[in-house]
């Protein structure tokens, strides 16, 4: 698993912190997907659902299943999206190799 790449962060506006938190995870993961299409389906009715599937796919992987997507898909599906960016932000946090 590649961390070099991933920086330390708090919370951003989310649809800045979605946007690097799952490049930051493709990158890591290695996926090889872009960042910024991912953002224009999170807006997309019905769409947002797949959106909020793959990224808690991709938190899964890179935390070699400590979060299973299933339980982070049913935080996505109730109003507490930001309690799957903080739990992907506090991983990429712990894995980053950059100083405080």
């Given at each position: 698993?590649?961390?070099?790449?991933?920086?330390?962060?708090?919370?951003?506006?989310?649809?800045?912190?979605?946007?690097?938190t799952v490049r930051?995870?493709?990158?890591?993961?290695?996926?090889?997907?872009?960042?910024?299409?991912?953002?224009?389906?999170?807006?997309?009715?019905?769409?947002?659902?797949?959106?909020?599937?793959?990224?808690?796919?991709?938190?899964?992987?890179?935390?070699?299943?400590?979060?299973?997507?299933?339980?982070?898909?049913?935080?996505?599906?109730?109003?507490?999206?930001?309690?799957?960016?903080?739990?992907?932000?506090?991983?990429?946090?712990?894995?980053?190799?950059?100083?405080?």
């Amino acid at each position: 698993m590649k961390t070099d790449h991933i920086k330390r962060r708090g919370v951003w506006p989310q649809i800045a912190l979605f946007f690097v938190t799952v490049r930051e995870l493709h990158i890591a993961n290695d996926t090889g997907l872009d960042a910024g299409v991912w953002v224009l389906f999170l807006y997309l009715p019905i769409v947002n659902w797949f959106v909020g599937w793959h990224y808690a796919g991709e938190v899964e992987k890179f935390t070699d299943g400590r979060y299973p997507r299933v339980v982070l898909m049913l935080i996505w599906i109730l109003p507490f999206v930001p309690v799957v960016y903080y739990i992907a932000q506090k991983e990429l946090n712990n894995a980053s190799t950059a100083p405080e």
